[in-house]
């Protein structure tokens, strides 16, 4: 069992920038890919950005050249460098965790990101 505690989220006016950081502990030598989701007030749960354990990685459209998500090996840490932030990249930003094998994955509590017009 993976333990994910993210961090960094905050209040930021728009065309700001946030950085997110999640921690993984626990069973983390499987994990193939780890991502960001965001969930927006009476939206669904959305996928941001992923980055798997060989360094491909993958973004929602509406993120793109705006966010990055990047990885520390050494500090089993995931991050979502967040720039040039919009009122509509409000919400729950939730990490995630998968292990392809056996398709579990883990969530983090989440963080909120709010971005003030």
């Known amino acids: 069992q993976v333990q994910l505690v993210e961090s960094g989220g905050g209040l930021v006016q728009a065309g700001g920038s946030l950085r997110l950081s999640c921690a993984a502990s626990g069973s983390i030598f499987s994990i193939n890919a780890m991502g960001w989701y965001r969930q927006a007030p009476g939206k669904q749960r959305e996928l941001v950005a992923a980055?798997?354990?060989?360094?491909?990685?993958n973004y929602a459209d509406s993120v793109k050249g705006r966010f990055t998500i990047s990885r520390d090996n050494a500090k089993n840490t995931v991050y979502l460098q967040m720039n040039s932030l919009k009122p509509e990249d409000t919400a729950v930003y939730y990490c995630?965790?998968?292990?392809?094998?056996?398709?579990?994955?883990?969530w983090g509590q989440g963080t909120q990101v709010t971005v003030s017009s």
């Open positions: 980055i798997t354990s060989g360094g491909s990685t």
């Open positions: 995630n965790a998968q292990y392809w094998a056996t398709r579990l994955e883990a």
